[in-house]
């Protein structure tokens, strides 16, 4: 069956967020284009196994993500697993007065295991749901939230950041934006 | 160990998205601890819109378009 133009026309709207979750597993933007080309070939040639109707950019994803830790067997580097790994300690500036530099949250996020960055960005940032994240991660939505709040915790360490709750600025629109009965 | 059964067993619903309310980490999350009231949740978003919004190179269209052209079938749609 051919690949329809609704189809190619997905995957190219698909790439800036395949773009950006490629980037945020290598750290590196060639290693990162790399991955989204041999991803969009793999998508291709898989397109018959895509369910129409269904999440594709949750499906990209999943690719990717395989084609990611394939490379990186393959390659003979070892998996981070984030309970053997010592995480590296501080050399970033303490916030100051709710100012954290991109640059610096940047070199903290590389900081985090790989399997709690992932976490973090696909729940905290491409708007994947618990359910959604566990399934491209092929496991459990306990693990995945487990993760995520590893790696928020892991972050606020390394970015001096000790409670958020009173945290400049933050304290103040936490309480105007909280609703009472979230 | 991380394998909460109450969770993870659990028919997974939209509103599961925001944490359930009888675990644990549930609780914390249902908080939103990555929502706009975080400085971490902001500065996710932030790095990540920027990664999003920079400019898609032309080798992907032009790779899409090649993968087009080496389908057998693809002018009978």
Known sequence: MAVSAGFKADLLGSIPSLRAFAVSLTQNADKADDLVQETLVKAWDK????????????????????????????????????DGLMTARLAVHPAQQGQLDLKDFRSALERLPEDQREAIILIGASGFSYEEAAEICGCAVGTIKSRVSRARAKLQE???????????????SAQVMASPNN | MEWKPGVAGEIMTEKTKHGSADDDSGRRLS??????NSEIGRKL???????????????????LSKLEQAEPAAKKG
Do not use: C
């Open chain 1, 47 to 82: 397109h018959e196994s895509f369910q129409m109707g269904t999440n594709l950019k949750a499906w990209l994803f999943t690719i990717l993500r395989n084609e990611f830790y394939s490379q990186m067997r393959k390659r003979g580097r070892e998996v981070q697993d984030s």
């Open chain 1, 158 to 172: 390394i970015l001096n950041i000790s409670g958020e709750d009173e945290y400049g600025p933050d304290a103040i």
């Open chain 2, 31 to 36: 908080a939103d601890p990555l929502g706009a």
């Open chain 2, 45 to 63: 978003k932030q790095y990540y819109d920027d990664l999003v919004s920079d400019e898609v190179p032309d080798r992907f269209a032009q790779l």
